[in-house]
């Protein structure tokens, strides 16, 4: 199976942006019923997390947070001025595993997948293996 590229544009500086619908969509199309799907983002100041969808103010909530542990401007070295944001994608990750059963996504009830954006508004790339099994 290729690797499948998804393109998502971010809207602000810190965004999180449920790409849950487009991984499904590509599960779809790859035609796998069981197996696993891994989502990996190949940037250095974004990051993919899964967590709720069901109430916005979770993501709020979140984003709020993530920029008081790590505030933008802390006397950082590095000379792009984004420390931070580079902070932030290793803290969240660059890749998910999700259960594929019957052309599914195995998410739980509440559970989205969220591109995390920390330096936008970007165009940003995502990768997805789907492997049958
Ligand atoms: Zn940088």
């Not at 990996?40 to 997390?49: D, E, G, I, L």
């Not at 995390?116 to 049958?132: N, P, Q, T």
Request: hydrophobic residues 40%; glycine residues 8%; contains cysteine.
């Amino acid at each position: 199976m290729k690797t499948i590229r998804l393109s998502v544009k971010t809207s602000a500086h810190t965004q999180m942006l449920d790409i849950t619908g487009l991984v499904q969509d590509a599960v779809t199309k790859s035609g796998v019923k069981n197996g696993i799907c891994t989502i990996f983002v190949p940037h250095t100041t974004a990051a993919v997390t899964i967590n709720e969808n069901a109430d916005p103010d979770v993501v709020r909530d979140f984003m709020m947070e993530i920029n008081k542990i790590v505030p933008w401007e802390d006397g950082y070295r590095h000379m792009e001025g984004n420390s931070a944001a580079h902070l932030k994608s290793s803290m969240i990750g660059f890749s998910e595993q999700v259960i594929i059963e019957d052309g599914l996504l195995m998410l739980g009830t509440w559970q989205g997948i969220y591109f995390c954006e920390y330096d936008g508004a970007r165009s940003r790339k995502v990768l997805l293996k789907i492997m049958e099994g």
